[in-house]
Each structure stands twice: as C-alpha cells, then as structure tokens.
C-alpha cells in the first residue's frame, strides 16, 4: 500500500529520535540512535543525515514511495531565514546550514528546520493536551527546563530565537548555581536533574534519580517530601511569573519529571492557586504527547511545507496563515525555514 | 476647514486625557478632565460619556464635522467580546458597557475599548519609539509598573486580558509588600512611588519625589545613589526575566521615572548587560510618545474601525489584517471592541 509520509528528526543532546509520519500527524514508524556527541560536531551533522537517509529507504521500501518532505528539530539558536543551526551548545554546533544539507542528501525534498521544544509545542498544540487552547505554556521538566510559548495559535520564536527559556528564569536568587552561569535559576531548582541530585543529597545515595525522590514522596518519606516541595515551590514561583506577564490559558507540563503524574499535578496547582492574587489561574494539564512531541512537531513542520499539509492535518500551517482558525479550536503553527 | 477626526479618551485614576486625533495620528486638540473617582463609580462613567460628547461639539465646531469614531482607553479588565469594563480597581467600575454608552451618547458613531497599557503600546509601536521594531516591551514607570507586550507586530492581551502585568513579577521574594497582597514585586521597588518612598525616607523630607531623587542623584549624593541603584537593579532583574521567557527586540521605556534620561538609562542599560548570559540584550529606548501615548492609541482603536483608517494611518487594522506589515515596517495591532 502506497502511504504519503514525512521524515521526522528530534535531535537530542545524546540521541536522536526520528519518525515517519502520515498527513493526519499518524506515527508510521519510529527509530532511536544516539547523537553521538563525543565524536565531534561534524559527526553529528553527518549522523543526522545518514539517519534521515536511512529513513527515506526504509519509507520507500515501506509506504511504496519516498517521504515527500522532511522535517528536523534542533536544540539551539535555529535561523528560519537562512535554515542554518546558528549554534547549539548541546550538539557543539556553529552555523551549520542543515536545511541545504538534509534536502541534497534526501534528493531535493523540502525541508524545514525548527526548533526542537517549539516543535514539541507545536505538535502538543494541534495533536496533543493543546488542541483548541489560544494561549499556551508547554513546559518540558527533564535534565533542563525550557518551554514553548503559544499565543493566539502561533509558537513563539522571539526576535532572536530564544523565547521561551523559563528554565533560566531566576527564583532563588543568590540561590544554587546553573550551567548557565546564573544563580538560582529555575532549572537549578526544580528539573529532574535538580530534584536527583537533592534528592541524592538527602537519602544518601549518589544514585538516586528524581523517579526514586517521586516513589519516595509516595511512600510518604518526608525527607523526599522536603526535596519535593522545594521543587514545586520553585516551580511554582517560575510558573506564576508566566503567569503575570503572559495570562496564558493553559499550562501544558511534560518532560521525566511530570511522569510522576499527580504525585507532581496536585501540589503543583495547590501551590499556582496560592499564589495568585488577581492573576487568572490557567488550567494545568500534562502533556500528551510525551517523547514523541518534538518528532511529531518536526513531521507538522514537513507537512506545512506541502501544498496538501495543511489540508489534511486540519489546521493552518506556516506563519502567513497563523491567525486562521480550524474547526476544531484555533490552529497552532511555528517558524519553520522551507527551502 | 473640514478635518476628519476622531475622539479619544484615556481615562486614569486620576485624570482624563483626551484628544481629536487626525487620520495621520496628529494630535489636533488635546484636553484634560478629572476623573472624579471620589464621586463614585456612576460619577466616573458620566463624566467620561460627558467629556467625550464636549469633545464631539468642540471637533464639529473647530473641524467643520463630528467626529467619525472613538476610542477610549481604561486601566482594568477589558472584555473585547462584550464592548465592557469587566472590572476596573482604578475606577471602581465593575461590568460597565462602555462601548455602547458612549456610542449611543455619541449619536451611534463607532466606538472601540481598549486596555490603556496597551493601546499606549499601540501608539508607540505605530508613531513611536517603537516603530518599525516587531517585538517589544513597552514599560511604564509610574505610580505603578505595567507592560505591554509586542508580540510580530501585535499587542498580547492575553488569554482574559491581563497580559504584560510585569509591575507583580516578584523580583525580592520576601520583599517589600505590593498593593497587589503579593512581596517584593517589581512595582515594589522600581516604581516611582517606591523611588520616591526610599528617598523621603533616606533624606528625611517625607514630601521628596522620585524626580527629587534623580536630581541628588545627578548632584552625587551618596544616599541617593543607593536608592536609586536599588530601583535599576530591581528593574534589570525584572526586564531580565521578560528578556529570558520573550527575546524581545527593543525596551520601551516612559512614564515619570523615565524622566530622568540618562540618569535612569546608563546604569540600566550597564545592568542589564551585566546580567545577560545566553540571551541577547534588546535595545533599551525611552519612549516617544510621554503622556501622550494612551490618547494616542485610543485615538488608533479609534481610526481601525473606519475603512478609511488604516489605509491613511499607513499601518495595519485591527487583529485579523496583524500581520501585514507597512512600508515603514511591521505594523502593530491590538484588541480593539468594535461596535
């Protein structure tokens, strides 16, 4: 049976996760391999295509024709205009014009680049916990904290690309160092490296990860209560500052951290409830998606690009036609640098 | 001579300004009114429905005819939907249909409602400091601090139309108490009530004002300067966090502390590039438009809802025509209620 589908890439820090996806946003096909960071930024660049590559053969032995356009989220300043990674810290990456690369080596297909958290929002905003919300805070608590920013049914970019990094939003100020170079950040406070490393602190070995604190929280250690809570109130704090300055009507909480489920949701909106004052309180949802957001988001972002993309998955598609609402709720869009 | 005008009010706590504003955005006639609050709440509205009628007999008799619209900015919660003041705090009002009152007073001209942070934002976006620049902060350093947020050329009013309240971000967890019930926000500390406070204290003189402190600032009094540091580091703090979770382009920045020029703008700008890590330092201007820019964008509301006014205005309409861009670069809209 022949299927129309679209390469999908989620480049991470240590690995990559890549899909095939169908017009309705259906994963067709998933594979993971590692980045392989530690052998260079040259070698990163040449797995990521040998990886697109490999799933363009397997789509055409599979679907009965090639992908008719690519997608590819990356971590780092993404430069829509000329479709190059200005740079990523996480890839060891400066200026590579990965959008030129990937369509020579996928024989000329389209392709778009973005960037991987607003890939993920855009995909949790038409697919996910988000479909039909305006306004929307879509937060991923793993080793970092970062977010995507939706309003009005547009992923924010910034005027640089960097919106959205409320990971290095200070809470604590004066409060524990972040790889950033800050203190106090939110990241340093309440990601899952964050809660690990308390509470490692805490109970003694040097092991534990945030999973355990969250067991342990449910088992009623009050030690792990302790890390916990600090967590959450810091979170808390960096979360009513979106709050104040955006009055989003949703916040979307994914990433390791929010796998803990309620353990996390309700001391969460306990504590967003207690601290406003004439903010509105959004509503707090997890993420649906989970680790297949940002492939689907770069799948969206392939299928933008294709006359029939937006016609298929129901919803708008590159930022010319962001304002236009589907009928099922306002549509979600993103930067994205066609070629 | 006949000149097309429209009417536009800005009402405040305090005071009204007013103005007839031509298709071009000059300003052809401004006044000024009490607001009256300690009339009451009905008192409030007539007097607003009273001085917008004067000005329509004033615009017929010095222009040769009525005014073709009008736009009223107002401090609260405005509902865009409805053409009402959902709630005012400033102006006591709770659920006043504004929109039609005054249409109906003004013999059935189009009228639109509109935020007064935002529709200044509006104003220095299209006439302003903030023209030609598609994202930015528009900040104003009065009794209060409030934002408006220039999201491509759009004005964010947020998910319930509270967007840009960056005076209740909390800068000095723990701090000194906000009107808000909240500590330590931002409008705690770098308002220029909260300046003027610090150095009545600091100087023993109960009646000293913010711009008293900038003027023993710029004599070299110590005790001054530590205030005034004080302000510029909670408004860096604060500003920092906008610029980590929005990468704007440029800070906008007026009201009374602005005033003081570079005594305000040199330690800003040096603390906010002092403070930057990943991010990249938007450009810090002082506002254009002083205080005039809340008449003025009411005035813009206003001349949208015309067919003739966006085309003579030379910059976009209303939400839906956002994101054309003018000429003289991206044109900014905002949520205006039309009747």
Redesign the interface.
């Known amino acids: 049976m022949r299927v129309r589908h679209v390469i999908a890439l989620d480049v991470g820090g240590t690995g990559m996760k890549a899909a095939l996806v169908g017009p309705d946003g259906a994963l067709l096909h998933r594979a993971l391999r590692p980045t392989g960071r530690e052998h260079g930024p040259e070698a990163v660049t040449e797995a990521v295509l040998r990886f697109a590559e490999d799933l363009r053969v397997h789509g055409e032995r599979e679907f009965g024709e090639p992908a008719a356009a690519a997608g590819v989220g990356v971590p780092g300043v993404v430069d829509a205009g000329t479709g190059s990674v200005a740079y990523s810290a996480n890839l060891g990456w400066r200026d590579v014009p990965l959008r030129s690369l990937l369509s020579e080596r996928l024989g000329g297909v389209p392709v778009a680049l973005g960037h991987d958290m607003r890939a993920g929002g855009l995909a949790e905003g038409r697919l996910g916990a988000g479909r039909g919300v ?2 929307f805070l879509y937060l991923a608590l793993g080793t970092g904290i970062s977010a995507a ?1 939706c ?2 049914g ?1 992923i ?11 990971g ?6 004066g409060g524990p160092a972040c790889g ?3 203190r106090g950040c939110l990241e340093s406070l309440a990601s899952a490296s964050a809660v690990a490393r308390e509470w490692a602190a805490a109970c003694g070995d040097p092991g534990a990860t945030a999973e355990d604190a969250a067991r342990a929280v449910e088992a009623g250690d009050p030690r792990a209560r302790r890390v916990w809570d600090g967590a959450v109130s810091a979170l808390a ?1 960096g979360l ?3 709050i ?6 949703a916040l979307i909480v994914g990433g390791g951290l929010a796998g803990a489920g309620e353990t996390l949701f309700a001391p969460l909106r306990a504590a967003l409830a207690e601290r406003v ?4 309180l ?1 509503t707090v949802l997890p993420a649906a998606l989970g680790d297949n957001a940002g492939s689907l988001g770069a799948g969206l972002l392939a299928w933008d690009l294709l006359p029939d993309g937006a016609a298929s998955t129901g919803a708008a598609s590159t ?2 036609a ?2 236009v609402a589907s009928a099922t709720g306002p549509a979600v869009s993103v930067e994205a640098a066609a070629r």
């Open positions: 305006d306004r920013i309003i009005d547009r924010e970019a910034g005027a640089h690309g960097s919106a959205g990094e409320i290095h939003v200070v809470v604590r100020p950033c170079g800050g704090d009513l500052v979106c104040t300055l955006l009055d989003p009507r004052v004439f903010q509105t959004p930022e010319a962001a304002s």
